[in-house]
């Protein structure tokens, strides 16, 4: 059996990480890595991944 995973890179303008689906967080219809990029850094800079400089 093979798993189908497929991997989008994230939503966010500025990131450039690249996320699974089945992990991302889904908002607006859109894929991203993590709280910070779906709510379009609101609350704060960067993302979960280290290094990350995205900020929306
Ligand atoms: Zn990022
Ligand atoms: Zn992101
Ligand atoms: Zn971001």
Redesign the pocket.
Known sequence: MSVNVEMVK?A?N??VCIVSTGNAVEADGRM??GE??ANH?QQSVG?EHAG?P???
């Open positions: 994230c966010c500025d990131c991203f890595c910070n990029c850094h993302c990350c995205c900020h929306g």
